[in-house]
């Protein structure tokens, strides 16, 4: 591993990723005039499009991406967002705003309860890294995730092409992917100094809190109660399949980052078809731009969550349908003109895309059952947030404005029991925007059902208050005493809200689980040694050939060494890049690996023990070099060897 990160660092790199992502984000939105606990939950998001939209287009016109232009474009949207307001309340005169029925006492409790919650979701995640930030996540996407960072903060490539560029190199016309999670962690890895799995790591222990703070916010906003928002937000931390089990299987970060921050869409969306104007629809286009830069399945998944919530508003008014169709027409087409690189690269890479069919195990009956009980994969259901859960289903009816989300849960799940319980070929189609995948799909769910969870143990607070007046308690301090006991309660019998059961759940992506192999990682702390030696031994220009099944993917995070294939993933593999993963060990005879080798410059080869996905293979290149005449050991350890190229790449060897 990298050195073990000290108290300092953790904490200066959480830190930093806090103000990064509050601070920026937060002046633009609060210059678009929001306010409050929207003003908090949106403030990420703000972030997130501030550096979506000016990676790209900054590139575009040959400007790189970095700390100062990203400043300067903070800078330039919030003068946009500031204008917006200006207009309109020059125009209109003071703009009175929705108030809230919160007190004072009511908001900080549930600003206290959140971050209670937030504090036991990143000690849950902390602790499954062994209280080491710097921990590698070892399943597959995490190295693509990882190289892109760095990819950014050294070229300064803020480009929609510029994460997969580690790997596929000479692809011609690239592989698109939507960069906003890079481009901010490639700020963060430069005013840190940290290391690149740091990065990582330090933005994934806020996503179980910021899922809570923008729940929170959406409850308030659309007058749901305080005391759903605080017991949501425990409810949030509590359940495993809402981030965790995505965040060591994947780990799938910018999909968990994108439903943390998907609930401020619905906030969005009904402040500006409640008030269209200038400022509320620049509000409303700067989250759906901000969801689509973070990943364009987040702008969609988004969409369909706020659907229902359209039908309760069409509800018995049918002619709002056309009002609201007409007004959202100007700022989804200013949306789509100011993302139209990622538009266009989502277009060109639509149809190139393989569908996806994961096995679908589950009977419906299971299926059902899974997503009542908070069970997917663990051993045993989520008792607590169950039984909080079907109380909040069958008092349903008291969640006032919130009701839309029962449409919501029904949605999702209704398609996560496709997808579990269904292998026709048309279910992989219909959920092929999630790549068929239950775990996306549960989680997707699990984000409606934790507040109608939160809305049954507020319903359980009502109860012990109706027995408390039973007894004739008049005592002011009820109320509180109540929801502090049902919060007990609930704490208590989830054991902490489950946390060493979530905890156990990610120490799986870091290979930190009771009596693992230190040696038998994906990239174990030896592997890491062994790309710090390649630092010192290869040259700029060159790469060092190795297998795409294991850890050595990592190098160009870790070390800044480039590799010959730099992500786990072979789709649209170069031919010399074929040849060298299938031939390399041909050297001596084959005149065309020769020439590949020279193609690339590489000089270097390293081979390690971890292998991605259980894996038991070398690629077939890199098999039995001890053995041949062209290349010679200059590094071993018990994971891994480094050998070098005796002659020049390209040359033959000498007799």
Excluded at 324 to 352: E, S
Excluded at 528 to 551: I, S, T
């Amino acid at each position: 591993m990298p050195t073990e990160a000290s108290f300092l660092l953790t904490v200066g790199t959480i830190g930093t990723y806090l103000a990064v992502l509050w601070l920026p984000g937060g002046l633009a939105a609060a210059a678009a005039g929001v306010r409050g606990w929207t003003l908090a939950a949106s403030a990420p998001l703000f972030t997130y499009l501030i550096a979506g939209l000016a990676g790209p287009w900054l590139w575009k016109i040959g400007i790189p991406f970095n700390v100062w232009t990203f400043l300067l474009t903070t800078v330039l949207i919030t003068g946009l967002c500031f204008a917006a307001r200006w207009w309109v309340v020059r125009r209109r005169g003071p703009i009175e705003e929705r108030r809230s029925e919160w007190t004072t006492r009511a908001n900080v409790a549930v600003a206290l309860t959140l971050v209670a919650a937030a504090v036991v979701g990143a000690a849950v995640l902390l602790a499954a890294m062994r209280w080491d930030i710097n921990s590698i996540p070892q399943d597959w996407d995490a190295a693509y995730h990882a190289n892109g960072i760095r990819y950014i903060a050294e070229t300064g490539e803020g480009s929609l092409y510029a994460t997969g560029k580690v790997n596929w190199y000479e692809l011609k016309d690239g592989v698109f992917y939507p960069n906003a999670y890079h481009l901010v962690g490639a700020l963060i890895y430069k005013i840190t100094g940290a290391a690149v799995p740091a990065v990582l790591n330090a933005n994934t222990v806020l996503f179980p809190g910021l899922l809570g703070l923008t729940l929170a916010a959406m409850i308030r906003y659309f007058n749901g109660r305080a005391v759903t928002a605080g017991f949501t937000a425990l409810a949030t931390v509590a359940c495993t399949s809402a981030t965790y089990d995505n965040l060591w299987r994947g780990p799938l970060l910018t999909f968990t980052l994108g439903i943390a921050v998907m609930p401020v869409l619905a906030i969005a969306t009904d402040m500006y078809l409640k008030r269209p104007a200038l400022d509320t629809g620049v509000f409303f286009g700067g989250v759906a731009v901000g969801l689509l830069a973070i990943h364009s399945s987040t702008l969609f998944g988004g969409i369909l969550f706020v659907l229902p919530m359209f039908i309760q508003r069409w509800w018995g008014r049918w002619k709002l349908i056309w009002r609201d169709a007409l007004v959202l027409i100007v700022p989804a087409v200013v949306a789509m003109i100011v993302t139209a690189p990622h538009l266009l690269g989502a277009l060109a890479v639509g149809g190139k895309i393989a569908i996806v069919d994961w096995p679908s195990t589950f009977p419906v009956s299971q299926s059902v059952g899974s997503l009542l009980t908070f069970q997917h994969v663990i051993a045993l259901p989520q008792y607590w947030l169950a039984l909080a859960l079907w109380v909040g289903l069958v008092f349903a009816s008291r969640l006032g404005e919130l009701r839309w989300l029962l449409g919501s849960a029904a949605f999702f799940g209704g398609v996560w029991v496709l997808t579990a319980s269904y292998s026709q070929p048309w279910v992989a189609k219909v959920t092929s925007p999630w790549w068929n995948d239950q775990w996306r799909l549960i989680a997707l769910a699990c984000v409606p059902l934790v507040v109608i969870a939160g809305h049954g143990l507020a319903v359980a607070h009502d109860g012990v208050k109706s027995l408390a007046a039973r007894w004739k308690s008049t005592n002011p301090a009820v109320p509180a005493l109540s929801a502090a006991l049902v919060a007990v309660l609930f704490a208590v019998g989830s054991q902490g809200l489950y946390f060493n059961l979530n905890k156990r759940q990610v120490e799986q992506g870091y290979a930190n689980q009771p009596g693992a192999d230190r040696h038998n990682m994906v990239v174990s702390p030896d592997e890491v040694l062994a790309f710090q030696e390649l630092a010192k031994l290869v040259k700029p220009g060159e790469r060092v050939l190795n297998d795409r099944r294991d850890g050595s993917v990592w190098m160009y995070a870790l070390a800044g060494v480039q590799p010959v294939v730099g992500h786990y993933d072979g789709s649209a593999e170069s031919a010399s890049v074929h040849l060298l993963q299938t031939e390399f060990n041909d050297y001596t005879t084959d005149s065309a690996v020769r020439d590949a080798v020279k193609y690339l410059n590489a000089r270097y080869a390293i081979v390690d023990t971890g292998y991605v996905h259980g894996g038991k293979d070398r690629v077939e290149g890199l098999r039995g070099l001890d053995s041949k005449p062209f290349v010679q050991r200059v590094y071993a350890n018990q994971d891994a060897i480094i050998y070098k190229l005796v002659p020049p790449p390209g040359e033959p060897v000498s007799p």
